[in-house]
């Protein structure tokens, strides 16, 4: 028969080591938001329609939607109704260096206008210097008056590879533009984007009215 004495010592034992094991299941979760942990690829706008941008820097026609679309993108975020969504597709084995640096900088500065400033920045390094090491692809957007600020990109990586995965992504650049759940629309190629892109815009211009 155990004693009272005892039975508060293996009280006491038990609350130690519940708490113990509270401080080891806390402890990596501090350290993560030390290093600024983000859980979410970054977005743009806010609204129940949603654009999701699949392209790489070294893909020709991905350069060529993104600077047509430019003022399109910039006009359809500030309706308040279309959250925009870039996602780095990693086909060229440098890519992954240019997405750490997109979203070093937007992470500084997190409005749309910078983001596709950043963008064009990583498009003309990619295609037209055509710089794989990291050294000269920082120089390069200094020179280019880019800023940033680091942040752990580890976390966010997974996350773009299980929408490329989800979406089914063999081709750059490639839209997908949701209407609602049950009407998402892909878009494959320079033109059909712009196509796509400019459907949405009518389709709220007649909404609001």
């Known amino acids: 028969m155990v004693s009272k004495i005892n039975k508060i010592k293996l009280f006491l034992l038990g609350v130690a080591g519940c708490l113990s094991v509270l401080l080891v299941l806390v402890w990596p979760f501090t350290q993560a938001r030390g290093q600024d942990l983000v859980r979410m690829i970054p977005f743009f ?14 893909c020709p026609h991905c350069k060529v939607i993104d600077e047509k679309a430019e003022p399109l993108l910039e006009e359809l975020s500030a309706t308040g109704k279309v959250k925009i969504t870039f996602i780095d597709v990693p086909f060229n084995r440098a890519t992954p260096m240019y997405a750490k640096y997109y979203l070093y900088a937007v992470t500084a500065d997190p409005s749309i206008s910078y983001a ?13 210097k055509g710089i794989r090491d990291e050294g000269a692809l920082a120089a390069h957007l200094v020179k280019n008056k880019i ?15 299980a929408a490329i995965k989800e979406q089914k992504i063999t081709h750059t650049p490639t839209c997908m533009i949701r209407y ?14 712009w196509d796509g892109l400019n459907q949405l815009k009518n389709y709220l211009a007649g909404a609001d009215k």
Request: overall charge positive; cysteine-free; proline content about 2%.
């Open 45 to 58: 706008g806010s609204g129940h329609y949603k654009i999701l941008i699949f392209s790489d820097y070294f």
């Open 116 to 128: 596709l400033r950043v963008r064009k920045a990583l498009f003309r390094a990619a295609l037209e």
């Open 147 to 161: 800023t940033w600020k680091a942040m752990n990109e580890k976390s966010v990586f997974p996350l773009m590879s």
């Open 180 to 193: 609602s759940a049950a009407d998402v629309k892909r878009y494959v190629g320079d033109r059909e984007i």
